[in-house]
Structures are given as structure tokens and as C-alpha cells.
């Protein structure tokens, strides 16, 4: 491969938490008992260096030494264009159409209070990514959650009877769609999200897309924009991405929205430019620009092609050595969501009792009750491959 995705890389004391806040209480795994180093597999962010052409244009930048007030210049918007336009298939993407937000949840929220008010109901599909549930519940939104169905392959889907049962029942207008999803990561097929579509607009909901997962896509598989599937999805849907996951920088914040209808843009940018700290950061626009040159196309390549062996690996030594351990194979993403119940049933054991014998032995993976799985846990496997195989080897031989 042209890029390093084998390089070991020590994040001590180089501000990231998957490393720095382990064994500071709260949610963060134990520090691992003496004799065993820890392998980062809780925090969604990525343990791979970057594409090279983010640095170099973070770097031109910082040369200059002035950072005074700026706006977003027309490099940043055509990169953005581009991207989409070559990975995803949109067409008809205009400047006007693409707007800063604060993160992805940060526009999500813009788009909640654009469209409901505190107390109001909104669907989401369950298990449910934590940052939905922290960030909404937290500006006085109601959250009915529609819980996806695993069918007879294992795959889950989305239960659309459900969906248009509780959107009549509890009045709702606004729904929080996640396209890949997190934490189970699935790649909707189109018909799918035509048929989620169907239902929203069957009940007037306005849709807020998060795709910020939408680049990292395992082999065999294909993001569908949800905006593509009809001329009423293009209209209803408020979408959001970010280059943050995909190219690891989520410590630079800088995410963006596409909104193609001009009265959805003009209440979120309304909500999102009142507090007036809705700002970019111009090294957070270079570094766009720079992850969507050329290059970063072939490093999205070859990071898919990484994830995808990870997963394949894991998914298969899972179903090899932990039975009783659950796993629906992810499609995107590079999480897996663990279903540890039928074990630890077997075993005697709570989930508890298994996610500390994880930590005590380094693998520092993620208490999965907070994305409503009952008895899960979440684990990131954007490692090098040596270290996905030495935490399923500690697995095995201490936990499972």
C-alpha cells in the first residue's frame, strides 16, 4: 500500500483521549493490570497517521503569521463539491447549498430547534449512537426510539410500521436518521431509505441526516445519500457530513451541512449563526481542503481496504472462538457491536464482570448500554491489523 496503516504510533501525551483519559473514571475504561499494555478500542476516532496532504496544508497555512477573521473561500466549497460529486454521486451540489457547522451534533441540534421545541418528540432508531442521545435529551427534546430488527441472516433492519406507528402516535415532525449506522453499521440500500423517505413524508417529519460515516464504506457495499432517492428526500432532508471521521479530525471540529431547500437553510443557518460561535476555524478549512485532494481519494481507498480486513477478521475469530457471543458483520463504519448476552447467560457472568476482564488485560473496548444494547459492548477497530489480532488473542485467553 501506498500509506502507513501498520505503524504503531504512541499517542501519550499528544492530547487524545483514547489514551491519555484511560483510568480517569466516568466512562473511560480502566488503566489494564500491570504486565499488559492498552490497545485504544472505545472512543470512535482512528489509530492511523492521516493523510500526508492535510499536514502540508495545514503547515502552508500556519507559515503565514497572521490568523485574523476569514471567510470560507471558494477552494473550500469546491472541495467539498468535488468530493461528493466523485465518491458519493450527487449532482446539482451548489455552494449555496453547503453551510459550517460546529460538529455534526452541533447540527443537529441547529436543525431540532430549527423545526420542534423542547418537549417535542423525535424518532431515532435504536441502538442509538450516544452523542444523539446525550445531545438531544440535553436541549429538552423527547426521544422515541424505533428499535431496528435483526432478520434471519443477522442483518438489522429497519421495522417502517413501527417507524409510522410511533411518528402518528407521538405527534412527531422531526426524526434523526443515521445513514451509516452507528453503533450497528449498516449501509442502507436504497430501497430502504426509500422506504424510510415514504414514511417521513407520510407524516410531514423533517429529516436530519447524519452521514458522517458515509466515506468509510467496507468493500462490497455502497452509500446511498439519503438526499438522492427522490426529489421529496432532496427537499425534506437536511444532511451532515464531516471529513472528521473519516480522515481523523475530530480534535480540528469542522463539519458541514447540504441543505437543498432554501426554507430548511434558512431556519438552520438561523439557529446556527445566533449564538455567534458557529464559526470555522481556518486551520479546520485547510485542513478540508487538503484531505480532499487527490490523495486523500487513494487514502480513503486503502483505509477501506484496512477496515474492511479488520472487520473480517474479527467477525470471523469472534464466530470461531466466543461462543455465545453475537456480532452483526458491519457494512461501514470500523465499530463492531458485541451481543455478549446468550455468553455471559451461559457463563454466570454480567456484562460488567466482562467488560472489566477486557480492561484488566489491556483491551480498553466500550460499555455498549449506553447505545441501548442491553447486554453489548462497542468496540473500534481502526487499528493496525497487529493489534486487532493481540486483542482477540487477549480475549480469548483471559475473557472469552
Known amino acids: 500500500m501506498k500509506y502507513d496503516f501498520t505503524s504503531i504510533i504512541d499517542r501519550h501525551g499528544k492530547d487524545a483521549i483514547a489514551i491519555d483519559k484511560l483510568g480517569g473514571g466516568g466512562t473511560a ?26 499536514q502540508e496544508s495545514i503547515i502552508e497555512r500556519v507559515k503565514h503569521p497572521m490568523y485574523g477573521y476569514f471567510d470560507p473561500t471558494d477552494e473550500y466549497y469546491d472541495s467539498i463539491i468535488r468530493w461528493q460529486t466523485k465518491r458519493n454521486g450527487v449532482t446539482g451540489l451548489t455552494k449555496e447549498c453547503i453551510g459550517y457547522e460546529n460538529g455534526v451534533l452541533g447540527g443537529v441540534i441547529s436543525a431540532l430547534m ?24 440535553s436541549r429538552g427534546f423527547k426521544i422515541v426510539h424505533s428499535p431496528l430488527k435483526q432478520d434471519e441472516n443477522g442483518v438489522w433492519r429497519m ?57 468509510i464504506i467496507l468493500e462490497g457495499n455502497h452509500h446511498t445519500p439519503t438526499q438522492s432517492v427522490s426529489e421529496d428526500a432532496r427537499n425534506r432532508t437536511i444532511a451532515l457530513y464531516a471529513p472528521s471521521k473519516t480522515f481523523n479530525l475530530a480534535g480540528l471540529i469542522g463539519s458541514y451541512h ?26 479546520s478549512m485547510h485542513a478540508l481542503i487538503g484531505a480532499y485532494k487527490p490523495e486523500g481519494y487513494e487514502w480513503v481507498d486503502e483505509l477501506c481496504q484496512v477496515l474492511t480486513g479488520n472487520i473480517n477478521f474479527a467477525c470471523d475469530y469472534i464466530g470461531e472462538h466466543f461462543e455465545g457471543v453475537k456480532v452483526s458483520r458491519p457494512q461501514g463504519t470500523y465499530m463492531l457491536f458485541l451481543d455478549c448476552s446468550e455468553w455471559c447467560e451461559a457463563h454466570g457472568k454480567t456484562i460488567d464482570e466482562v467488560q472489566r476482564a477486557g480492561w484488566d488485560v489491556g483491551v480498553a473496548w466500550q460499555d455498549g448500554r449506553p447505545f441501548h444494547g442491553p447486554c453489548a459492548i462497542r468496540m473500534n477497530l481502526a487499528l493496525p491489523f497487529s493489534r486487532v489480532k493481540e486483542a482477540f488473542e487477549r480475549l480469548d485467553k483471559y475473557v472469552f
Open 258 to 283: 447540504i441543505i437543498y431547500n432554501p426554507y430548511l437553510r434558512d431556519r438552520v443557518r438561523a439557529q446556527s449563526e445566533k449564538c455567534h460561535y458557529n464559526s470555522m476555524n481556518v486551520l
Open 29 to 54: 475504561p480502566d488503566l489494564p493490570k500491570e504486565g499488559f499494555d492498552a490497545i485504544p478500542m472505545w472512543v470512535a476516532d482512528m489509530n492511523f497517521p492521516t493523510v500526508p496532504t492535510i
Open 114 to 137: 430549527a423545526f420542534a421545541s423542547p418537549g417535542d418528540a423525535v424518532l431515532l432508531h435504536s441502538p442509538t449512537y450516544i452523542g444523539f442521545t446525550g445531545s438531544i435529551t
Open 159 to 215: 421495522d417502517f410500521e413501527d417507524m409510522d406507528a410511533k411518528i402518528k402516535e407521538n405527534h412527531i415532525h422531526a426524526a434523526v436518521f443515521c445513514s451509516p449506522h452507528n453503533p450497528c453499521g449498516r449501509v442502507w440500500e436504497r430501497w430502504e431509505i426509500e422506504k424510510a423517505m415514504e414514511v417521513y413524508r407520510a407524516n410531514d417529519c423533517v429529516v436530519i441526516s447524519d452521514e458522517i460515516w458515509s466515506d
